[in-house]
């Protein structure tokens, strides 16, 4: 079985910090709207449950790419599209530091992922499947 790469393991800390992020904004949103501090919350329930969801998807990427998945990668990247995406309407409204950090990820997290050492891993060459594969 060949080594994890550093860029792999750095990529899958950056999903998984992500997940966390998000994990913490739908607790945060789901504890307001049960302690009923939401002004809507047949809006805030159903994006509680949804940020809750996707923190889980993002935890399974991280964790598919972690154990060097190839399938994983795909989802990486447009994570960190869409992490883009906020970034930027994050910085048009006023919140420079926040979408500065989130595109910092995004930025990161893309180039660790399409890095090199991670493609040789995830889809080698000589067409036996990556490490990760079943």
Not at 18 to 33: D, R, Y
Not at 112 to 130: C, E, N, Y
């Amino acid at each position: 079985m060949s080594r994890r790469p550093l860029t792999v393991t750095l990529a899958a800390a950056l999903e998984a910090l992500l997940c966390l992020v998000v994990a913490a904004e739908g607790v945060f949103v789901l504890a307001n709207t049960l302690l009923g501090r939401a002004s809507d919350v047949e809006f805030a329930l159903p994006l509680a449950v949804f940020a809750l969801g996707a923190a889980a998807a993002l935890g399974y990427v991280a964790w598919g790419l972690y154990f060097l998945n190839s399938w994983a990668r795909t989802p990486v990247v447009l994570t960190q599209m869409f992490a883009f995406v906020v970034a930027a309407s994050l910085w048009s409204n006023g919140q420079q530091m926040w979408g500065a950090a989130l595109a910092v990820v995004a930025v990161a997290a893309l180039g660790l992922v399409l890095a090199p050492p991670t493609t040789a891993v995830l889809f080698p060459d000589d067409g036996t499947p990556s490490p990760g594969s079943r």
